[in-house]
């Protein structure tokens, strides 16, 4: 039940978008026992009945794209551009989740082993029941999608809450799946601020939270989860480190850099926040850096900060930054708010906020380094540990320099495009959270495996699991296991 409202404001303009209930913890336990019903018809409905519904909602995602991209323009003031390609990239995932699930879930048989051999083994991937998902606002609709279509197509109803920042969206997003499943409420948004995300967290109903924010909230989300053994899939905040190897084509690799720390004003957890370029190429690079980062506007070419709060946070980043290293571009009288204009400081120490700490703005620190396993070692220094950038012309270079990348996505000569690869699992390792959403693992990550060993024979003169087990029996099977197994190989 809704006791009071919240205003969803234009960041830009300060005006109003829209007014939602705050739903207090009756209305969240209330949406959870609705969904509760409703994932036992969805459950039901079986793998082709969910197909075709997650298809036409993303037929009617694709026809309301303009009027989405509006409303996300509208709450958090990112171009309406960014807003579509946001709404693109949903519905890529949305596809594949809908097209995949089946395949990746059905009930398949597994090899037994030896001591399995009169036995049948099969192995799925059932529904949770309830997924509870727990959203940001700084892309309100592709971040919680990739929770939300996941754990839909495995099965799952969810209930959403959508970030106070951007609630018009989570609830127009929940509106226009009821046109394509309007028999049951498979999937609810509830609006309001942080005590609604936690009601939905302490709910024992909940099978699995979907979490993504920042690490601190994290932690008191997994608090919550931690009273109901509730598992939790947490998609926090990055320190992404960009590295320019001796051999990288410097051109592709600046505007690359450009566009990945200062699109959508930099308010992407995988935003290039770190820049690590080898000796060879330092002066180049920044020469072609400093040229691009001139023609690019805050206003423009990118949006506001999103949220008030964090201007505190990037000036101090930027005012501390300056003070220890180089500005190249900017400084403190770059953020005008609730714009802030590109930063890029050089030389900033290794210890200071700004390349330990999520800054979440339109800045980046570069550092020269003798090569790159210096570029290598510096990046891997975080304790975040979401995604990064390596350019570089040799491919097995950049294959291994990804690989040795601590983080759980690397782009190579291209930024951030492993979120646009459906098939891709996505998420971090450290502060940066755990679990993973997009693809088979993504699916997975909604859904509980279920084993099956089915006895096809009695095996003569082998009845291990009994008390009329004689022991020449076993003595076989010792003898059996130590002539298979007892060899050992140098
Ligand atoms: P938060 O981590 O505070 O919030 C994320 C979500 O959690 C929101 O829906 C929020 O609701 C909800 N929430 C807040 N408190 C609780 C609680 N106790 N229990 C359950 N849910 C809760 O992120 P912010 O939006 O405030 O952004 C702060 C920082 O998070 C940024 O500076 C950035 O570093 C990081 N961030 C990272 C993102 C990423 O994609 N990795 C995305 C967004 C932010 P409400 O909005 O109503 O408070």
């Not at 495995?154 to 959508?162: E, L, S």
């Not at 699916?443 to 096809?456: D, S, Y």
Request: one cysteine or more; a positive charge.
């Amino acid at each position: 039940m809704a006791t009071l409202t919240f205003d969803s404001l234009n960041p830009a303009t300060g005006e109003v978008v829209g007014t939602h209930p705050k739903q207090d913890a009756t209305a969240v336990r209330e949406a959870v026992g609705r969904a509760e019903e409703a994932a036992a018809w969805w459950t039901a409905l079986g793998p082709a009945g969910r197909r075709r519904r997650l298809l036409d909602y993303k037929a009617v995602l694709a026809g309301r794209l303009r009027e989405l991209a509006a409303l996300v323009h509208q709450e958090t003031g990112k171009p309406v551009g960014d807003a579509a390609l946001e709404l693109v990239l949903t519905i890529t995932h949305l596809d594949w989740a809908a097209r995949n699930a089946d395949k990746v879930l059905r009930r398949r048989r597994v090899r037994t082993g030896m001591i399995g051999v009169n036995l049948e083994a099969t192995l799925e991937y059932l529904p949770l029941g309830v997924v509870g998902v727990i959203g940001p606002w700084n892309y309100p609709v592709f971040t919680p999608m990739g929770s939300i279509a996941y754990a839909l197509a495995a099965g799952n109803a969810v209930v959403f809450k959508p970030s106070e920042l951007t609630p018009g969206v989570g609830v127009r997003l929940a509106e226009l799946f009821a046109e394509s499943v309007p028999e049951r409420p498979v999937f609810q948004a509830v609006t309001g601020l942080g005590e609604t995300g936690a009601a939905l967290a302490a709910d024992p109903r909940v099978r699995k939270i979907a979490f993504t924010g920042s690490t601190a909230t994290a932690k008191r989300v997994m608090a919550a989860c931690a009273q109901n053994l509730t598992p939790i899939v947490a998609e926090c905040g990055g320190k992404d480190a960009f590295i320019v190897d001796a051999d990288a084509d410097v051109r592709a690799a600046a505007d690359a850099c450009l566009w990945g720390a200062l699109s959508n004003a930099g308010q992407t957890c995988v935003g290039v926040e770190r820049v690590y370029v080898v000796d060879a190429v330092y002066e180049p690079f920044m020469r072609e850096l400093s040229e691009r980062v001139a023609s690019v506007k805050a206003g423009q070419d990118y949006g506001p900060i999103t949220m008030p709060g964090q201007l505190d946070i990037i000036r101090r980043h930027i005012d501390d930054a300056v003070k220890s290293g180089r500005a190249v571009t900017g400084g403190p009288g770059s953020v005008r708010a609730p714009y802030v204009d590109p930063v890029i400081v050089e030389d900033v120490p290794e210890d200071s906020p700004a390349v330990r700490e999520e800054t979440f703005g339109p800045t980046i620190t570069v550092r020269r380094t003798r090569d790159a396993r210096e570029a290598l070692e510096l990046a891997n220094a975080s304790a975040y540990g979401l995604a990064g950038t390596v350019f570089s012309r040799n491919t097995r270079r950049a294959r291994e320099l990804a690989r040795l990348m601590r983080s759980g996505m690397t782009a190579i000569n291209s930024v951030i495009s492993f979120a646009g690869v459906p098939s891709l699992p996505f998420g971090g390792v450290g502060d940066s959270g755990f679990g993973r959403i997009h693809g088979a693992d993504g699916l997975r990550e909604f859904a509980r495996p279920k084993a099956v060993a089915r006895q096809r024979f009695a095996l003569p003169g082998m009845n291990l699991t009994s008390f009329t087990r004689r022991p020449e029996e076993l003595e076989r099977l010792i003898r059996i296991v130590t002539f298979l197994h007892g060899r050992r190989k140098r």
